[in-house]
């Protein structure tokens, strides 16, 4: 016989096979009464709330175990010792901390301090935090 005919037959075969499936497929589909979506609808939700809280146990259990090996490893509280003395109240408090020297140009001290004030103010920085090096007068011309 023709290998070209046998081929034909095949493709007509499969043709046929998959049309009566696609009628299948589209008897299939029917619509569902209010009541059958509705009915369906609460499963799902009821499926998804069950994982959700299986989820949530797992955490807590997960959690728990994690939280009982931690406090086993916990070393004792450690008492502390003797207090160190005081410092003397004899120190300024205004010497005790110097970020070095500062250079100023063309500029007196309290134009200086005005212009560390404003910028530790506009940058959120604390004065102490902040180190200037040099501050220079610039002239408009």
């Given at each position: 016989m023709n290998p070209a005919l046998l081929l034909l037959a095949r493709v007509a075969e499969t043709s046929a096979e998959v049309a009566e499936s696609t009628s299948e497929v589209?008897?299939?589909d029917r619509v569902y009464g209010i009541g059958e979506a509705l009915g369906?609808?609460?499963f799902v939700w009821a499926i998804v709330f069950v994982?959700?809280?299986?989820i949530f146990?797992?955490?807590r259990l997960f959690g728990a175990v994690v939280g009982s090996a931690t406090k086993a490893?916990?070393?004792a509280p450690v008492t502390p010792a003797a207090t160190p003395a005081a410092a003397p109240a004899t120190e300024d408090p205004g010497e005790e901390f110097s970020s070095g020297s500062l250079k100023l140009k063309g500029c007196d001290e309290k134009?200086?301090?005005m212009i560390m004030a404003i910028v530790s103010d506009?940058?959120?920085i604390p004065?102490?935090?902040l180190i200037f090096k040099s501050i220079t007068l610039v002239e408009e011309k």
């Open positions: 589209a008897n299939a369906v609808a609460l994982v959700l809280f299986i146990v797992c955490i490893k916990a070393p134009t200086a301090a506009n940058t959120g004065l102490s935090e």
